[in-house]
């Protein structure tokens, strides 16, 4: 019955658990809504696995609905025939049973039969006429003609470039042909559906012996559709303006103002969490999931950033921007990014940075947010650096860069949870024996305190004066390794004590006054008057109380009365046991508050084999040794 | 090297130190403690250690307590250093020494290479400032006080008495004992026993042949002393009288009270911050707290 209670809580607690929401699912929304011809593009926040998109009008009747499955995605494609200034509302389901919604008016309908336009560099705006590219710099140019039209449509473009500029890389359709006006690309193309493109994609570098002006790139779409039978033609002409400037100028003209680490996916800065610090996710939820073993760090690696960092890019030019801005995490020895800390190869093209591109209109300000995705099964806590770069988009050169030192912060709980474990047996323990000591001391005879203590000169004398002198000069010439040597006092000769007197007085309270008595001689004697010692003091009581009285050591008609000698080697084997299992335990928790409480480093390899050594085998080797004497001072006794 | 007498012996002189109520030190001890286990910057951890170090000047120490405490602070600190040149696993670190490679058969597949790492050394430097200003205080107290006097102080600050009692008749009994122990220690070297050898079996029949006398000899004698306190009436829950009552001063309660709203206000504000840190529990009017113990503590 008991059992099926426990079970039933934990069930509960894990289905509580299991049911909260993530802590990143809060701040997921659908960002924008983009109608296009016959369809609209819907962008999220960030990143998330998508299960299905659909789309309601305003009575509330479903319109589409198209089914993803679950691919991990920050956009979303639905098509449908939409109404000039409507309210739809969009709903997006998440592979984790959540939903997002949002409502968005339509615009006006595209009227005109296809779509040309040049981006030089690559990513400006269309509206931007202008934009600025360094010297030196290699600039990518895109150009871009899409039909609107359900005709197919036969199509040439045009595309003339200054002749000052060198052409790197060109895409096979195009032709080539130098003039004096400049490098003439011409290329024929056939859209033959809607939504069918012409999207390619040239190179050229800005020599950076070329003068600094401004230089235009010039292009010219033409569309043949027959309707009916009649042949129509549209023409489309694109100018963009490209300033070329020195990069020193660029630099002055554009830079990055600031870059706030922690913040959400939308750049603002929780003031509840500290600046340029990274804590690591430890939270219930996931802390929960590792003790049951369902978590796995890897996926929550690859599909989940740890935070984001946002980036100020300060544009003091006239005219809009485009820039690309790049985050890492470096190594601050190495300066190069650190492994722990690259994006997973599946996001951002497999470059292990992470980036994005943002448009910063004249003599303004933009926030470019950036996640940072941490593999915790590799991370280190301690110092990194974060490096934010901006481009000018579709150019190599950096323009400005700015490096903030964070704090990553492992956050591990068991340490922590040691300690508490260990402040309060101590507290729980004081408490009683404060509270109830006449109870505590009524059974021990004065012959019985005497002999404690006496016992207490003896383990002062032969254990904690050798340990002390020992130790130090131990742990110089063997470091962490000491405990092989002075565990024969620590271990050997303090169990052969504590048994020998368990021996002979087996009672419970036996081991508490005897252990009591030694951290007050190694208080008032040596100063060992340390909350550490006190709190590990108490938890190794507590432990071999509890374990000497489980065996039935020093439980009343226990194992130590009226012992033959064919029960001697049964003795021996429980009290061994009994001992050895409490001084494990108690090097683990002496571990634990070590590292929390003096914040040192142990290997785990080494936590362990300490434990197995020191707390297990010395422990079993006194205990055995302790309790064959306490046999033969038995005798003196008697 | 080390003369245990030395050690455990205090030197009593007319110091102000040695002047400050046993109560008033075992205070400023526990509060130092809480002190050196919250701290965390470098110069903050330093001031601790230099608090404890004239406390140790103004104590004016003989040269041979001067020399045994160098001695264990510098051990102690040298020990730290190098388990965390060993075991340091925060970044950056850089490897300056590599003592098992992650290639070596077994060892290196168990401890996943084992390496020295510089940043180590520092982060142990730094740490160990806490053993350090703990040892000074600790062995400045003992050092400065009667051991009686500071039972008194612990029974005046509700120790259970018989805890107090059994501390009192274990430190009496040290002399007493610690001549024994050089006494069979003796006789084992006449028998054949090198102390310098070292190993399990050897050193645990060592241990055992020595351990037996001093048992037998304590347990012998407890029965007499206990014949002897029991004659004289001996009620350890009656109200107790001391040959030298203790008398708190003002001088006293500035220490105590400096001391104790000291470390309660730093171990405060630290829990706050890492509760901060971590996460768990923020409130904005908690602002400047959170700066003070990010920038100073």
Redesign the interface.
């Known amino acids: 019955m008991r059992k099926l209670k426990i079970i039933l809580i934990l069930v509960l607690v894990v289905f509580l658990f299991s049911g909260c929401q993530g802590k990143g699912e809060k701040d997921l929304k659908i960002k924008t809504v983009e109608f296009g011809h016959h369809r609209a593009v819907i962008e999220l926040s960030r990143e998330t696995p998508i299960s299905s998109v659909s789309v309601f009008d305003q009575d509330g009747s479903l319109i589409t609905t198209v089914t993803i499955g679950s691919e991990v995605s920050k956009q979303a494609i639905l098509f449908f025939d939409w109404e000039e200034a409507r309210p739809y509302l969009f709903q997006i389901n998440l592979k984790n049973g959540n939903m997002i919604e949002k409502e968005v008016k339509s615009p006006a309908k595209p009227t005109s039969v296809a779509k040309f336009c040049i981006q030089a560099p690559y990513g400006m705006r269309e509206s931007d006429e202008r934009s600025l590219v360094a010297k030196g710099s290699k600039v990518t140019a895109t150009v871009f003609l899409e039909s609107y039209s359900g005709n197919p449509l036969q199509a040439s473009v045009k595309l003339t470039l200054p002749k000052e500029f060198k052409l790197v890389r060109t895409p096979s359709i195009f032709k080539a042909k130098e003039t004096r006006e400049g490098h003439i690309l011409t290329a024929e193309c056939k859209l033959v559906t809607e939504f069918d493109n012409f999207n390619e994609l040239l190179e050229f570098e800005v020599l950076s012996t070329l003068a600094e002006d401004i230089y235009k790139i010039e292009g010219e779409a033409t569309v043949e559709e027959i309707i009916n039978g009649e042949r129509k033609v549209t023409q489309f002409q694109k100018e963009k303006e490209l300033r070329v400037i020195s990069l020193k100028e660029a630099k002055n003209l554009a830079h990055i103002a600031g870059i706030k680490v922690p913040t959400n996916d939308e750049g603002d800065f929780d003031?509840?969490?500290?600046e340029n610090?990274l804590?690591l996710s430890v939270?219930g939820n996931n802390f929960l999931k590792r003790i049951l073993g369902t978590g796995n760090k890897e996926i929550d690696y690859l599909e989940h950033p740890l935070a984001f960092a946002t980036t100020t890019v300060r544009n003091e030019n006239q005219d809009n921007v485009v820039f690309l801005v790049t985050s890492k995490v470096l190594?601050?020895?190495t300066k190069k990014i650190?492994q722990a800390f690259r994006v997973p190869p599946n996001k951002s093209g497999g470059t292990g940075v992470s980036y994005a591109v943002v448009s910063v209109p004249g003599k303004s300000e933009a926030k470019a947010t950036l996640p940072i995705y941490v593999n915790e099964a590799e991370?280190?806590?301690?110092?990194?650096i974060l490096e934010s770069e901006i481009k000018i988009f579709g150019t190599d050169k950096a323009i400005s860069k700015k490096q903030k030192e964070i704090d990553?912060?492992t956050?591990n709980p068991v340490p922590g949870l040691i300690t508490l474990a260990a402040f309060l047996i101590t507290v729980i323990g004081l408490g009683y024996?404060?509270i109830c000591?006449?109870a505590?001391?009524k059974g021990?005879?004065?012959?019985w305190?005497?002999?404690?203590?006496?016992?207490?000169?003896?383990t002062?004398?032969?254990v904690n004066?050798p340990g002390?002198?020992l130790?130090?000069?131990l742990?110089?010439i063997l470091?962490?390794f000491?405990f092989l040597?002075t565990g024969?006092f620590y271990e050997?000769?303090l169990y052969?004590?504590i048994m020998?007197l368990v021996v002979?007085i087996p009672r419970p309270g036996v081991v508490t006054?005897a252990l009591?008595?030694s951290f007050?001689?190694g208080?008032?004697?040596?100063?060992?008057?340390?909350?550490?010692t006190l709190m590990w003091k108490a938890s190794l009581i507590f432990l071999l109380e509890t374990t000497l009285y489980l065996f039935g050591v020093t439980r009343k008609n226990g194992i130590l009365t009226d012992i033959g000698a064919e029960k001697r080697w049964r003795v021996l084997a429980t009290a061994g046991i009994a001992c050895a299992l409490a001084d494990t335990l108690s090097v683990y928790i002496n571990f634990g508050t070590t590292i929390f409480?003096?914040?040192?480093?142990?290997?785990t390899?080494?936590i362990h084999t300490y434990a197995v050594i020191d707390g297990f085998l010395y422990t079993l080797?006194g205990a055995l040794?302790g309790t064959r004497?306490g046999f033969?001072?038995r005798k003196?006794?008697e | 090297m080390?003369n245990?007498a030395s050690?455990?012996q205090p030197s009593i002189k007319k110091t102000f130190i040695h002047r400050i109520d046993p109560r008033a030190k075992?205070t400023f001890?526990?509060c130092a403690?809480?002190l050196?286990?919250s701290l965390?910057k470098p110069k903050s951890l330093f001031i601790l250690f230099m608090v404890a170090i004239s406390s140790c000047i103004f104590a004016k120490l003989p040269w041979d307590k001067v020399g045994l405490l160098a001695?264990?602070v510098i051990?102690?600190m040298?020990?730290?250093m190098?388990?965390?040149a060993?075991?340091?696993?925060?970044?950056?670190?850089?490897i300056i020494f590599v003592l098992i490679s992650s290639k070596t058969p077994i060892l290196g597949a168990?401890?996943?290479g084992l390496y020295v790492y510089r940043e180590?050394f520092i982060?142990?430097a730094v740490?160990a400032l806490?053993?350090s200003s703990?040892?000074c205080?600790?062995?400045?107290?003992?050092w400065t006080t009667e051991?009686r006097d500071?039972?008194t102080g612990?029974v005046k600050l509700?120790?259970?008495y018989?805890?107090?009692?059994?501390?009192i008749?274990?430190?009496r009994?040290?002399p007493t004992?610690?001549t024994e122990?050089k006494t069979v220690i003796a006789v084992e070297r006449l028998k054949g026993f090198k102390p310098t050898k070292?190993g399990?079996f050897s050193?645990?029949k060592t241990?055992?042949s020595?351990?037996?006398p001093?048992?037998?000899n304590?347990?012998?004698?407890?029965?007499t002393?206990?014949?002897s306190?029991?004659s004289r009436a001996?009620n350890?829950?009656a109200p107790r009288s001391h040959l030298r009552d203790l008398r708190y001063k003002f001088s006293d309660f500035l220490i105590t009270g400096g001391a104790i709203s000291g470390s309660l206000a730093v171990a405060t504000i630290k829990i706050m911050y890492l509760l901060?840190?971590?996460?768990i529990f923020?409130s904005?009017s908690l602002?400047h707290i959170?700066q003070l113990a990010?920038k100073v503590l």
Not at chain 1, 271 to 274: E, F, L, Q
Not at chain 1, 379 to 384: I, N, R
Not at chain 1, 523 to 532: D, E, I, K
Request: glycine letters at 8%.
């Open positions: 003031s509840r969490k500290k610090t804590a939270d190594d601050p020895k650190a991370v280190l806590g301690g110092k990194y990553v912060i956050r024996l404060a000591q006449k505590f001391f021990f005879k004065t012959k305190l005497v002999i404690i203590a006496l016992f207490g000169t003896a002062f004398i032969t004066v002390t002198l130790w130090d000069f742990h110089v470091g962490p000491s040597i024969i050997i000769i052969a004590l020998s002979l006054l009591g008595v007050l001689l208080g008032v004697v040596l100063g060992n008057f340390s909350p550490v409480l003096y914040r040192l480093y142990y290997a390899w080494y080797v040794v004497l033969s001072l003196i006794i | 080390f245990t050690l455990i075992i001890l526990l403690s809480i050196a286990v965390d001695i264990f051990l102690g040298w020990g730290t190098f388990s965390q060993l075991f340091y696993a925060g970044h950056p670190r850089t168990i401890t996943d180590g982060h142990g740490q806490r053993f703990m040892i205080l600790g062995l400045l107290t003992c051991p500071l039972l612990l509700k120790i259970p018989n805890f107090a009692f059994m501390t008749t274990a430190l009994f040290i004992v610690l122990t070292v399990i050193s645990l241990a055992v020595t351990l037996r001093i048992l037998a304590s347990v012998r004698r407890a029965s002393l206990a014949l306190i029991e001996f350890p829950t901060y840190i971590n996460e923020y904005s602002r959170y990010g």
